[in-house]
């Protein structure tokens, strides 16, 4: 799991601070998002919206 850290994080025996990057497991981050040390971060993998087929509408309107 990808975040950006909202405050300093000793993390990994460094210490990761305001707007840095670091990637972690899936609990420790749900835990890091619930007490505010972080957000995820948009790394363009999120699932897209599906493209509208033109054909199929314009057959539905007929």
């Known amino acids: 799991m990808k975040l950006i850290a909202l405050k ?3 993390f ?3 210490v990761i601070v305001e707007g840095q990057q670091l ?3 899936e609990q420790h981050g ?5 007490k ?6 948009d ?7 599906e493209p509208t087929d ?6 539905a309107k007929k």
């Open 8 to 10: 300093p994080i000793y």
């Open 23 to 25: 990637k972690t497991l």
């Open 36 to 41: 505010g040390y972080a957000q995820l971060a």
């Open 54 to 59: 033109a054909k199929a509408d314009k057959k």
């Open 30 to 34: 749900r835990e890091l998002i619930a």
């Open 12 to 14: 990994g025996g460094i």
């Open 43 to 49: 790394d363009g993998n999120s699932p897209q919206p």
